[in-house]
């Protein structure tokens, strides 16, 4: 028997914007054992009180349809939607990358920053704050590039993401 492949999904869920909601959608995940890799969530319709949490998770096919339907029974929730399965959408991340460094480091940081389109948003004599923005991919690999020049600190906002197209969620 061949065992099924994990896939990583992307997942919007349109909420009311009420306290506990948030608290009900992990515990479906911590509940089943469901891994969580990212989870962001903020009020997009202030009239309406809806926000949006977008969550990326990873399971076999089957792991993913029940987190689906489990998702949609819940109470407070107007919409869940598969953005991996429903076509082409964008997906993004901010981090903010600290780089402690002096001489050459320092330097080729700053090379490194340019290449990669990210922001100096501070600046002493001895760091560096960067900002930058794109897939998780490249934020990796940015990341992973500055470690050996003096990485002190990395704050990430966690994956956001839209269909692409007229169609909202």
């Known amino acids: 028997m061949k065992d099924e492949p994990v896939e990583k999904h992307t997942i919007a869920v349109l909420v009311d914007n009420e ?9 479906l995940f911590s509940g089943r054992g469901y891994n969580i890799e990212s989870l962001t969530v903020a ?7 809806l926000s949006r949490i977008t969550i990326v998770t990873s399971g076999t096919r089957m792991i993913i349809e029940q ?3 489990q998702l949609n029974r819940l109470v407070p929730i107007h919409r869940v939607s598969d953005l991996t399965d429903e076509g082409p959408s964008v997906e993004r991340e901010l981090a903010l990358i600290k780089v402690a460094g002096r001489g050459e480091p320092r ?3 700053l090379r490194i920053a340019d290449i990669f389109r990210a922001r100096v948003v501070d600046s002493t004599n001895e760091s560096f704050v960067f900002e930058m923005t794109g897939s998780t991919g490249k934020l990796d690999a940015f ?3 500055m470690e050996p020049l003096g990485l002190v600190d990395v704050a990430r906002t966690g994956v956001v993401a839209i269909s692409r197209g007229a169609k909202g969620l």
Do not use: N, W
């Open 19 to 27: 306290p506990g909601v948030l608290a009900r959608v992990i515990g």
């Open 43 to 49: 009020e997009v319709e202030t009239g309406k009180r």
């Open 67 to 69: 987190i689906k339907a």
């Open 107 to 109: 330097v080729e940081s």
């Open 143 to 145: 990341i992973k590039l």
